[in-house]
């Protein structure tokens, strides 16, 4: 299909309504790869607590072309395409490591951790043209690459917004997800859960703001969880879990009233007041979360550690490609594979003091350990029971939060330049999926 | 009892590898045949049932896992799985489970076998065929004449790759 001219782009989003056309052309996708993953928007590649050492590296995407974010010698965060100059074969296959230098698997060329060209077997070889000290000849740098709090971000465009501008209001979630660390300090800690499915991206990150579906969607495990007796053993995880599934089940009343959606310039969004940690953890009666909030107060006053923990933002949506929910400390990073495919990976967060605490109790007792797996990683289950009990989506339908597709549609039409105007709040768009 | 009729006794009750196979294929039947009612029956009432997300994970609480239930949780996975609303089973997947390589790898003080065990499955819904294999290990102890699981681990060969939802058992 030829590219969409401004003006046809333009009528896919109308007050109310987005047309189907925005989750299903697969030319709409090429655009959405070109203009925005690899045009003005900040993309999520990782934390900065996945390359500690000179020479960590965690090879990621950025829209479709493979990256790697990569530790330097002199301490900072590079993000390199990962291809290599010569014939664009991969260079680093394995998802993560530390390494001195790039070797490519096909000829041997090897590349100085930011890129640049330091070794070409039988370079004689080659035209008199060839100069293996031109920058151009490398494992290129994506043009802009920046973190806020050690959260690492990329845009493929030369100029435009920074980081900070981008991001906008949504920074103070970032600070959430910080500041409930009594060091103020996170790392990604236990695994990543990775999960795909058969739908647009944009279905998958406008869902993470709609707080029309749970009652509806989520029905066989709300009713299964509050069917479920106290009574039978669980060693906490379970506990969480269900909990949680229970929480899905608030009136239509609690959702409209006390939860909310907050949509910001650039495509973000948060969910607000969910539930709050005494619904999630039983906070109250749980003696290792009594000991988190202790350490809190002890480190920042009774005060701050009060106000940090008030902070109820459920799923804050950072467009294009990162949400994360800071009572759990979990993120979730969304990668669009095709127009109809997505995988999402997930992560989970812990503090400096949390890790002491779980490497210095091997032996600890069942109960103990499990309280201290919870504290540990509380959002270990959540992640768990969410995504494997979800069910496959279904294809646009109903009313939902089109914040995410309104974004897209309005950097597309800029044609992919850094020309994007503050959105005006739009909380509930119904998609029309059998309008043409 | 006479010494020698109680060890006779206490032989009868001690699972054998043949014992310990016809247990799986049994399980593996009530699963494929969604009996998940029974199959909830096999486990103990402290059971656990896990599949790591990681290649030879040490353990399901420092490190996130695919399905990491207590007994609360099963129970709930399993109750869930009647519902009318489960959409994802809307029609309902088919299974076909092969099992195989069975061996026993460590008696355990408790009268109880820790299980090693090969399987493949086939799960087939909506005109999609999906193939799992991996390793299991059941911890199958006897009670009150018959075996249970107090624990069940499924080692998925591809475990840590990007999977579509599960919602059929392993």
């Known amino acids: 299909m030829q590219p969409q001219s401004a003006d046809e782009l333009a009528k896919l989003v109308q007050p109310g309504r987005v047309h189907r056309r925005l989750y299903t052309d697969p030319a709409i996708f090429d655009l959405e790869m070109e203009r925005i993953f690899g045009g003005p928007a900040w993309v999520y590649l990782g934390h900065e607590s996945q390359i500690k050492q000179a020479g960590d590296y965690f090879a990621t995407r950025l829209g479709r072309k493979p990256v790697v974010m990569v530790r330097d010698v002199d301490g900072a965060v590079r993000v390199i395409h990962n291809q290599c100059a010569h014939r664009g074969a991969l260079v680093v296959a394995t998802e993560k490591g530390n390494t001195p230098e790039f070797i490519c698997c096909y000829h041997g060329w090897t590349y100085h951790l930011n890129g640049r060209l330091k070794a070409v077997p039988l370079n004689h070889g080659y035209p008199s043209e060839f100069d293996p000290d031109d920058p151009k000849v490398g494992m290129l740098q994506v043009p802009r690459v920046a973190s806020y709090r050690g959260f690492v971000f990329a845009s493929e465009a030369k100029s435009g917004p920074s980081l900070e501008e981008w991001l906008g209001h949504m920074t103070t979630s970032f600070d959430d997800l910080i500041d409930r660390a009594p060091e103020g300090e996170i790392e990604v800690a236990g695994g990543v859960f990775k999960h795909a499915f058969d739908a647009n991206w944009k279905v998958y990150f406008e869902n993470l703001c709609d707080a029309a579906h749970p009652l509806f969607v989520h029905r066989s495990s709300i009713d299964a969880a509050q069917q479920q007796s106290d009574e039978v053993y669980s060693d906490g995880s379970g506990e969480i879990a269900i909990r949680q599934m229970r929480q899905n089940g608030a009136p239509y009343s609690f959702w409209e009233t006390q939860v909310g959606i907050w949509t910001y310039p650039n495509g973000h969004s948060y969910l607000g007041d969910y539930h709050d940690d005494a619904k999630l953890v039983a906070a109250m009666q749980d003696p290792v979360f009594r000991d988190y909030i202790a350490a809190l107060e002890k480190k920042k006053g009774r005060e701050e550690a009060r106000r940090i923990l008030e902070v109820r933002r459920w799923n804050s949506n950072v467009y294009p490609n990162v949400s994360f929910m800071s009572q759990f400390q979990q993120l979730r990073v969304v990668y669009p594979i095709t127009v109809n495919r997505t995988v999402v990976h997930t992560y989970n967060f812990g503090s400096r003091a949390r890790r002491s605490r779980c490497s210095a109790t091997p032996s600890a007792s069942p109960t103990r350990s499990t309280a201290l797996a919870r504290w540990c990683s509380p959002t270990i289950w959540k992640s768990t029971i969410v995504l494997t009990w979800g069910c496959r989506a279904r294809g646009p339908s109903g009313c939902r939060s089109a914040a995410a597709t309104a974004a897209t549609s309005r950097i597309l039409r800029a044609g992919g330049a850094a020309r994007i105007r503050p959105a005006k709040s739009i909380s509930a768009t119904c998609t029309t999926p059998g309008s043409s | ?170």
């Open chain 2, 1 to 170: 009892m006479t010494a020698n009729a109680r060890l006779r006794e206490a032989a009868a009750d001690t699972p054998d590898v043949q014992r310990c196979e016809d247990f799986l294929v049994h399980e593996a039947a009530l699963l494929d045949e969604g009996r998940f009612d029974e199959w909830l029956a096999l486990f103990t009432d402290d059971a656990f049932y896990w599949v790591p997300s990681e290649p030879n994970q040490a353990s399901p609480h420092d490190t996130v896992s695919l399905i990491y239930d207590d007994r609360r949780l099963l129970e709930t996975r399993v109750r869930r799985l009647a519902s009318p609303r489960i959409y994802s089973q809307e029609p309902p997947s088919r299974t076909s489970r092969m099992i195989g390589n069975m061996r026993i790898v460590e008696a355990q003080p408790d009268g109880g076998r820790l299980v090693r065990s090969k399987f493949v499955l086939v799960e087939y819904r909506r005109e999609q065929q999906r193939l799992f294999a991996g390793t299991c290990f059941h911890k199958l102890v006897p009670l009150a004449g018959a075996l249970r699981i107090k624990m069940k681990r499924v080692n998925l060969v591809n475990c840590d790759a990007p999977l579509d939802g599960l919602v059929v058992p392993f």
